[in-house]
């Protein structure tokens, strides 16, 4: 297991208590952050999206759903897991950031490494950065919300991080 997915293992226990009852408000989440950053002397950003939020550290970012309304229709983090192993086994698992998924407390979290490079190309989907081979594939498999909000740079290459939503 790779030590950046240890460590956010380790995060979510810590910050565990601080959110806990916080998973149905953006508002409330983001002000149980603040307080965890102070307490802990951290530094963890908050984003969220229509159905999940992200906290995001320096090498990691760990992603909860909270709109178990809208991810029936926009995805969450098991259509992650679920779309990236489609992914590896069809050969084209190095367009996404990995997902992996972790159990506390009764709650699923999603860990993935943080890549670099979010926004980099404003109004540019990562479309526009992928041969045609991958072009299909994520047409083929549903993917329609690749704005550049939801893609970054791994290597020199566009890598997905917001993939849940897709057909």
């Not at 952050?33 to 999206?49: S, W």
Request: aromatic share 16%.
């Amino acid at each position: 297991m790779a030590n950046y997915i240890v460590r956010a293992q380790k995060f979510v226990q810590d910050i565990f208590p601080f959110i806990s009852g916080e998973f149905e408000s953006i508002a409330k989440t983001r002000l149980s952050v603040a307080l965890f950053n102070q307490q802990n002397h951290r530094h963890v950003k908050l984003a969220h999206g229509l159905t999940r939020i992200a906290l995001m550290t320096s090498d990691y970012v760990v992603k909860f759903d909270y709109d178990e309304d809208k991810v029936s229709c926009f995805g969450g983090g098991e259509a992650e897991v679920e779309l990236y192993e489609q992914a590896k086994a069809d050969g084209f698992g190095y367009l996404f950031a990995e997902i992996t998924r972790y159990e506390y407390m009764g709650r699923c979290f999603y860990i993935m490494p943080r890549i670099k490079g979010i926004g980099k190309y404003e109004y540019s989907d990562a479309w526009e950065f992928m041969s045609g081979a991958e072009t299909d594939w994520c047409y083929d498999h549903g993917l329609f919300d690749l704005h550049e909000k939801n893609y970054g740079w791994r290597d020199g290459h566009v890598c997905l991080i917001d993939y849940g939503a897709h057909d």
